[in-house]
């Protein structure tokens, strides 16, 4: 192939089609060149930019760091960059809108770079990007990932967080409590007689159950705080920082009683035929290798063993020795 | 080749102090806060003999601006501050009137434009006290590990010579510190002293 010695097509024809804004001006910042872009977004003819000072061009201020920049440039021939994020629209160009409505000023980015004339004037090409999409197109992202973020750590069923959240929650809780050295509580809640439930109103209801669990148990929540999740199948764990042991014992027994206030009727669970839970509860300043969920799991064993619909609270310290509702 | 002296890298600070006090002139325009940059040092290390401490890189990584510059000596001008830091002063500047600042996009073009000025404001001072004309590329961002960093500056082998100016930068009572450094050739070097003595000479 032979080489093209000079380009077939006419230069003005190709920065008339460019998708963004070029322009150069003079030593003295006039306009020499003003494509067909910068015309629509500026509402400015060529033909009335064109010889004038790019400053006085506009009806309205063209922002002071600019002008400072396109001086720097022509003074010191280095190229000088204006990003969005520092200058949002130094230029006064729009965005068309729909109808109706006042067109929006473009969020722009800028380079201006120092070229020779070919009369060897030094003249400044000045670039304008229209940032608008890519901030509109970085915002669909990033509320997308939120979206995703928020799915993933929440379970799917009964909209309470999931055990991938409760496990980390956890150990970033347990670290602030021993760092900070403050209280923590951990509730374990099973539901009574759940597989028994399952076997006689079926899976959709027992589904049901779960979710209606879930959502008496979060709606004893009020400090942004506390968590509960979904530990696994009818088990659940909540998690409460700064809880002195009586008023967590309190908070114990209010999610025993929404529960069975409740009154959701389970046939196969004696003596209260309707829906119960057991609660674990274990709180206290955790210190070097302290397990409150084991601790916690171990009252909700003893809760069932007990005879359930109840909860029993195992201080973190003390072994052996629980509380009783 | 001739090594610079100390009386050259004290005209070198000299130079560079006026070109940091040129951008932060330009930096608090643009925050509307006092901004305060000084060079407090310069040094002049061969490539081969630079390490993480002479060019304060510990963990982590870093943001670097990078423009290449040419005129009577060629270089490539790296100003480096660690991730965290680069993202808090970015932020600093952007201010919170608008939710962009969170977007990764913006924090990269504005950091672009924070190397850009400062790198600008030595560049021009440089040029303008010793008499000659320079010409640079665009910006570049890059976010890159110390080890990266070092493995780029030290493999360049047609520009041994590596000038590393730190850089003390406050805007709006936050303080930091970072390097701007400049990879030049031996010929480079030597063109660069030559300017330097015909600049202390003219003043003498």
């Keep these: 192939m032979s080489t093209v010695s000079a380009t077939p097509f006419d230069m003005e024809d190709i920065f008339n089609s460019l998708n963004l804004g070029v322009c150069v001006v003079d030593a003295d910042s006039k306009v020499l060149l003003w494509n067909n872009w910068i015309a629509k977004h ?15 061009v506009f009806s309205e201020p063209v922002s002071p760091a600019f002008l400072t920049a396109l001086k720097s440039t022509l003074t010191h021939r280095l190229p000088v960059v204006l990003s969005t994020a520092l200058h949002r629209t130094p230029l006064p160009l729009y965005n068309a809108s729909e109808a109706n409505q006042q067109p929006t000023r473009m969020y722009q980015s800028i380079t201006i770079t120092p070229i020779q004339s070919q009369l060897n004037e030094s ?3 000045i670039q304008v990007t229209d940032s608008s999409t890519s901030i509109k197109r970085e915002k669909i992202l990033r509320s997308h990932s939120e979206i995703l973020k928020k799915e993933a750590t929440t379970d799917s069923l009964t909209n309470i967080c999931n055990r991938r959240f409760f496990d980390a929650h956890y150990e970033i809780a347990i670290a602030d409590a021993k760092r900070q050295k403050h209280s923590l509580s ?17 899976h959709i209801a027992g589904d049901n159950a779960i979710k209606q669990v879930a959502s008496a148990l979060k709606s004893q929540l009020s400090r942004a705080t ?3 999740a979904r530990y696994g199948g009818e088990e659940f764990v909540l998690v409460m920082p700064h809880l002195p042991q009586k008023v967590a014992e309190q908070f114990a027994e209010k999610l025993r009683s929404a529960v069975f206030n409740m009154a959701m009727p389970h046939i196969n669970s004696s003596p209260f035929h309707r829906i119960t839970i057991s ?41 052996g020795e629980y509380l009783e509702q | 080749m001739s090594n610079p002296s100390e009386l050259h890298l004290d005209a070198l600070a000299e130079i560079f102090s006026i070109g940091a006090g040129r951008a932060a002139l330009s930096l608090s325009e643009i925050v509307g806060d006092e901004v305060h ?10 490539s081969e003999d630079i390490n993480a401490t002479t060019l304060s890189l510990n963990s982590g990584r870093f943001g670097a601006v990078s423009q290449y510059f040419s005129g009577p000596f060629n270089a490539e001008a790296v100003l480096l501050f660690t991730e965290e830091q680069a993202l808090k002063i970015v932020s600093d500047m952007m201010g919170s009137q608008m939710s962009i600042e969170e977007l990764a996009e913006f924090e990269h073009e504005a950091m672009c434009e924070l190397g850009n000025i400062i790198l600008n404001a030595c560049l021009s001072a440089m040029a303008d006290i010793l008499h000659f004309t320079l010409e640079s590329s665009l910006p570049d961002y890059r976010v890159a590990s110390a080890d990266e960093i070092l493995h780029r500056l030290k493999e360049n082998s047609n520009q041994p010579y590596i000038m590393v100016l730190h850089i003390d930068l406050a805007i709006e009572k936050r303080h930091t510190t970072g390097n701007l450094v400049f990879l030049l050739s031996s010929t480079s070097l030597t063109n660069l ?6 600049f202390l000479g003219s003043i003498s």
Excluded: W
């Excluded at chain 1, 951990?186 to 079926?202: E, H, L, Q």
């Excluded at chain 1, 709180?283 to 302290?290: A, Q």
């Design chain 1, 279 to 319: 609660v674990g509860l274990c709180t206290g300043i955790p210190e070097n290798d302290d397990n409150l969920l084991n601790k916690a799991d171990a009252a909700l064993y003893q809760a069932k063993q007990k005879g359930r619909n109840r909860y029993i609270c195992l201080p973190l310290c003390e072994t």
């Design chain 2, 193 to 198: 002293v030559i300017h330097i003595d015909q």
């Design chain 1, 226 to 228: 506390d968590i509960v």
């Design chain 1, 42 to 56: 500026s509402d400015i003819k060529k033909t009335d930019a064109l010889n004038r000072q790019f400053e006085t």
């Design chain 1, 186 to 202: 951990i509730f374990m809640v099973d539901i009574d007689f759940f597989k028994s439930y399952n076997d006689y109103y079926g």
């Design chain 2, 37 to 46: 940059i000084s060079v407090p040092s310069v040094q002049v290390i061969n």
């Design chain 1, 123 to 125: 003249c400044c090409l």
